[in-house]
């Protein structure tokens, strides 16, 4: 750390020749006061810098693109990680992150800040952006229209920001984010690498890029479209009998369709399909109460425990967001920010959705495989999510082709996550990829219970103990006490056989080094260490490995297959009794089964056809946060 300082110098010297932009000093971007600021105690105010970059993008004619960012880090704490935070859409601004999220604050009914006890702030630095430009506080008037696009742009955004906060070049750099940011975010570390290992790469070639995160992503959409049924249908949120069955699973088999037709293969196909997405969409009509109360009309399709008007279906959700609206309409708080009193902000922008159109750009899926060569990536799901849900998350896994092999291993188990002695998920890692699925929680996992949020940072961060709790052997990350600026496990809790590591051996080494030993030590190893920086920073984490340890091996088994969705039912219903001459399709045996033999049969759909059903039904679009 303090070669890195001593590196630092001169990094703003070499951004400012590298960049005609004057940007000013960090000064200039200091919050300093915000609604209900002065309720909280000083440990729990962060150091708050926010303002609007320019890009001037090289790819686009006169541009006057502005990204807005909001960056939090922990007093006279010198944190050693720094996260970047994405929300997805596209076109939601990373303030849903920042305020309702894993950010220091959350808004009250008074439109004021409250301390938020599940803080990732408390285990890194973290900036949040508005990105592509259009959204949230973010600017512009030439609207992107593909990925490549999108992470080129935030690559210069990088640019910028470490021309501003040249000492974050030298901290571990994480991408994190949610929902559609499962598109954004292979991409920009895509960007990141390629401008790394360029010659005329825009960011400092001593950026240590770590890894990322991606929360309910949207990733691949040949696996993603095709779980929404199942999921209603293992919820027991749909009669597998009603009258509207049959549209459903003509409308599924139109997608399947579709898919096949691309050959499995993501480079083949598009970002989505309006076709799969219809699937939700009747699902959420045809499930509608119209019994119920107002509000309780449907189902959430973050949450599938929670209910909504209809048409919303939890598009008005989360319950903060007037609040958290509100709040970026002030015009202290516009002041605070530095932004102009005429700044509006909206939680999503319909316009840059309709310009991201991606004609030329991939499934990110496509990109996993060459990431996880180098760099780790967790992927985590809240289990109560429909619209990204953990079925369509593990079946891509199990069909990723990454590292030598296909998804996870027979040699690797699930392992259960423990909080605060509650067993909050289950993680299983091998060859670079993590994954977590946390339980009871929602599409943004980290408004449902933000200190159980914060242990997936610690878990990618290796900040876990191996634990046995009621006879349940797993892991256990970190619980925080911010008052007193410490992190600990219960190690005396009789329930948690192995307590956290002695740092006894390491204590008592300090003490056995003098001063001047350390001061020696730094001068012999310092023109070494700057020497070979660039190379510690790309290969030290350069071989896929697991996050978990070699004791969450377990002996090899035969890999469990992967069946498709109609296949499960076709054996779960017993629909090989059927008449030889009879129409034997699966889509025929499973209607037949639900007692669909004597009225009208099934018939494949027309090709290019979607269902149509004789069920009132109004126009209802989604989106992703």
Not at 186 to 208: C, F, N, R, T, V
Request: hydrophobic fraction near 35%.
């Amino acid at each position: 750390m303090i070669v890195s300082k001593l590196l630092c110098l001169l990094i703003p010297l070499v951004a400012v020749l590298a960049s005609p932009i004057d940007l000013g000093s960090q000064k200039d971007y200091l919050v300093l006061d915000l609604p209900g600021l002065d309720h909280l105690s000083e440990t729990q105010r962060p150091i708050m810098h926010a303002g609007l970059l320019p890009l001037n993008l090289s790819f686009v004619p006169d541009d006057d693109t502005e990204y807005f960012f909001w960056r939090f880090s922990k007093r006279e704490v010198d944190r050693a990680d720094i996260v970047f935070w994405l929300n997805g859409g596209p076109g939601c601004s990373s303030m849903d992150g920042a305020l309702m999220e894993l950010g220091p604050f959350v808004i009250n009914h008074k439109q004021e800040v409250e301390y938020n006890d599940g803080t990732w702030v408390e285990t890194a630095d973290v900036v949040f952006v508005d990105q592509p430009g259009g959204t949230g506080f973010s600017s512009t008037t030439n609207y992107l229209t593909e990925l490549t696009e999108v992470a080129d742009g935030f690559v210069t955004f990088l640019a910028r920001y470490f021309q501003l906060f040249p000492e974050d070049v030298y901290k571990k750099f994480t991408l994190g984010g949610e929902s559609y940011a499962g598109q954004y975010i292979p991409y920009i570390l895509k960007a990141i690498m390629d401008d790394l290992k360029s010659d005329s790469g825009q960011l400092p070639k001593e950026l240590y890029l770590k890894g990322g995160l991606i929360g309910n992503g949207w990733i691949d959409p040949n696996e993603q479209s095709l779980s929404y049924l199942e999921f209603f249908i293992k919820k027991d949120l749909i009669d597998v009998h009603g009258d509207y069955m049959p549209g459903l699973l003509q409308q599924q088999e139109k997608c399947q369709n579709l898919i096949n037709h691309s050959g499995g293969q993501a480079s083949e196909s598009k970002i989505s399909y309006s076709s799969c997405e219809k699937i939700l969409n009747d699902a959420l009509r045809y499930t509608r109460n119209k019994k119920a109360p107002l509000d309780e009309q449907c189902i959430n399709m973050y949450d599938y425990t929670l209910r909504d008007t209809y048409p919303s279906c939890g598009m008005s959700w989360p319950p903060y967001l007037p609040d958290v609206t509100s709040f970026l309409q002030k015009e202290s708080v516009l002041k605070a920010l530095h932004l102009n009193s005429s700044a509006s902000w909206s939680e999503c922008s319909g316009r840059v959705g309709s310009h991201l159109k991606n004609k030329i750009s991939v499934p990110s899926v496509d990109i996993l495989p060459d990431l996880l060569q180098e760099i780790p990536i967790i992927l985590f799901n809240g289990d109560h999510d429909i619209i990204c849900n953990y079925i369509g998350t593990e079946r891509m896994i199990d069909k990723l082709e990454f590292n030598g092999d296909q998804g996870f291993t027979g040699g690797t188990e699930y392992i259960p996550w423990f909080y605060n002695e509650v067993n909050v998920g289950q993680v299983i890692s091998e060859r670079n990829l993590t994954y977590v699925r946390v339980y009871n929680s929602s599409h943004m996992v980290p408004f449902d219970n933000t200190p159980v949020s914060r242990g997936l940072l610690d878990i990618y961060f290796d900040n876990f103990e191996d634990v046995e709790y009621n006879n349940v052997s797993g892991i256990a990350t970190p619980v925080y006490d911010v008052d007193k600026n410490i992190t600990y496990i219960d190690s005396n809790d009789p329930r948690l056989q192995n307590g956290p590591k002695s740092s006894s051996s390491d204590d008592s080494a300090a003490h056995r080094n003098p001063f001047f030993y350390y001061v020696f030590e730094l001068l012999v190893i310092v023109l070494l260490l700057c020497g070979l920086v660039y190379l510690y920073q790309y290969y030290s984490n350069s071989a896929p490995h697991s996050i978990l340890t070699d004791k969450h091996k377990k002996k090899s088994k035969n890999k469990s297959k992967n069946v498709r969705f109609l296949d499960d039912l076709e054996s779960n219903l017993d629909l090989d009794n059927t008449d030889d001459k009879k129409d034997n399709s699966v889509m025929s045996k499973l209607l037949s089964s639900m007692g669909y033999q004597a009225q009208d049969p099934y018939r494949p759909l027309d090709k290019g056809a979607d269902a149509d059903l004789d069920i009132e039904m109004d126009n209802h679009g989604t989106s992703e946060k």
